[in-house]
């Protein structure tokens, strides 16, 4: 066993380290999408245009209706026939792969910002509205009240429920692996396979995992202390 895990030309020591790494890195560029994702969905539905609040709404519905999987699918091999489509169309005829990294991300991203949108818009909606008119009485602009009133007031209502968003996206990395990206998952699969151990190395990304997400929630945790330090304890 402890040759198998080991960091020398054997051993798959490494391997499950980089393999942790670009989980984590899928995870933050995949949690960053969805945040954009997420405050361009919540400001469809708090639009007074009909048309936007349709879109975000269809936006939301389809993808956390739908089995994440099915959305990497889609992307990944749905994605790569749409562009060689659309290149033949130019006069192309080879074939074209789309980065395994960028789709992942994309896909993971898109799930993630339509549990973002609700949770962006929920926050919003916590923000007393007498803020709001007392920074109006006060002469500020739009623009104004948005930095100074409203994000900060929004991010810090929204903290919890982003807190449970960058936990499903975090696990929701796993299902990238079906693209042979070499994430946690992938590394595991293969070295389960290489060495006929699948307890070891399924128990080892099982770990890893866990020590990702119990670091994850003290770092949320943390967040929200120092997001609420100014407020009054009852």
Known sequence: MLEILSFGPNGWGMQLLLGTAMTVAVAVSAFALGIVFGALGAAAKLSGSAILRVLAELYTTVVRGVPELLVIYLLFF??????????RLFGYDGFIELNAFAVGVAAVGLISGAYSTEVIRGAVRSVPHGQIEAARACGMGRALILRRILVPQTMRFALPGLGNVWQLTLKDTALVSVTALSELMRVAHLGSGSTREPFLFYGIAAALYLIL???????????????????RRA
């Open 78 to 87: 749905g994605g790569n026939g749409m562009v060689m489509a659309v290149a």
């Open 213 to 231: 997400t119990t670091v994850s929630t003290a770092a949320f945790n943390q967040a929200e202390r120092h997001a609420n330090r100014s407020l």
